[in-house]
């Protein structure tokens, strides 16, 4: 009887009824649904969600307008750097008395001219100033020389020649005497060359 599909079906139908109903009632202990009544909360309303903020542009603080003062006396002139004729009104000086007899009223005083100095010699005004040579002062030479030179009318000296006891201080010795200045020597009132000159130096090693 239970080899044919058609009997299987109930039967199988039957027995499994009382088996899902078991597990529903085992089902329904294990959820166990308690009702929860929610707590009443003071609901409030919001006027404005978006928080104000402070104009960028406004003052941030507000100052009190300052009060005017009164109006300053002016301050008295500067005084003129000079006076005309119409600011100053000086009484007329006068001399008591006459002229005595005998004196001649127009005075002809004295013409005074600039007084030349009319012949002055040549006069040194910033000597030679020569430095030592180095190749001199390695080698431990020490030497004089004898500079000839001449004077413009300028002060200038020109035609420098050394003599000089060794010829590592010639160089030397013209470059500081052309650099010298010199007054140039006066004669009847005129500047004039002076020629054959000469100024000694003397390049010594110290201690």
Same mark, same amino acid.
């Given at each position: 009887?239970?080899?044919?599909?058609?009997?299987?079906?109930? *039967?199988?139908?039957?027995?499994?009824? /009382?088996?899902? !109903?078991?597990?529903?009632?085992?089902?329904?202990?294990?959820?166990?649904?308690?009702?929860?009544?929610?707590?009443?909360?003071?609901?409030?309303?919001?006027?404005?969600?978006?928080?104000?903020?402070?104009?960028?542009?406004?003052?941030? *603080?507000?100052?009190?307008?300052?009060?005017?003062?009164?109006?300053?006396?002016?301050?008295?002139?500067?005084?003129?750097?000079?006076?005309? !004729?119409?600011?100053?009104?000086?009484?007329? /000086?006068?001399?008591?008395?006459?002229?005595?007899?005998?004196?001649?009223?127009?005075?002809?005083?004295?013409?005074?001219? /600039?007084?030349?100095?009319?012949?002055?010699?040549?006069?040194?005004?910033?000597? /030679?100033?020569?430095?030592?040579?180095?190749?001199?002062?390695?080698?431990?030479?020490?030497? *004089?020389?004898?500079?000839?030179?001449?004077?413009?009318?300028?002060?200038?000296?020109?035609?420098?020649?050394?003599?000089?006891?060794?010829?590592?201080?010639?160089?030397?010795?013209?470059?500081?005497?052309?650099?010298?200045?010199?007054?140039?020597?006066?004669?009847?009132?005129?500047?004039?060359?002076? *020629?054959?000159?000469?100024?000694?130096?003397?390049?010594?090693?110290?201690?």
């Amino acid at each position: 009887m239970l080899n044919s599909p058609a009997a299987r079906a109930p *039967t199988a139908a039957l027995l499994a009824l /009382p088996v899902a !109903y078991g597990l529903f009632l085992l089902m329904n202990s294990l959820i166990d649904v308690k009702e929860i009544t929610p707590e009443l909360v003071t609901s409030r309303v919001l006027d404005v969600i978006t928080p104000q903020r402070p104009d960028p542009d406004a003052p941030m *603080t507000k100052r009190a307008k300052p009060t005017p003062l009164d109006a300053a006396m002016q301050p008295p002139p500067p005084p003129r750097a000079s006076a005309t !004729y119409t600011d100053i009104i000086l009484p007329t /000086p006068v001399v008591p008395g006459t002229v005595p007899e005998g004196l001649s009223i127009n005075v002809k005083m004295p013409t005074i001219g /600039p007084v030349m100095i009319s012949s002055r010699d040549y006069q040194v005004v910033r000597s /030679p100033l020569p430095v030592y040579p180095r190749r001199a002062a390695e080698r431990g030479i020490s030497g *004089t020389c004898k500079v000839a030179f001449s004077i413009d009318p300028r002060g200038k000296p020109f035609h420098v020649s050394a003599a000089c006891s060794d010829p590592v201080f010639v160089s030397e010795a013209e470059s500081s005497v052309s650099k010298a200045e010199f007054a140039p020597q006066l004669v009847e009132g005129q500047f004039v060359t002076v *020629t054959g000159l000469e100024y000694p130096l003397d390049f010594k090693l110290g201690n």
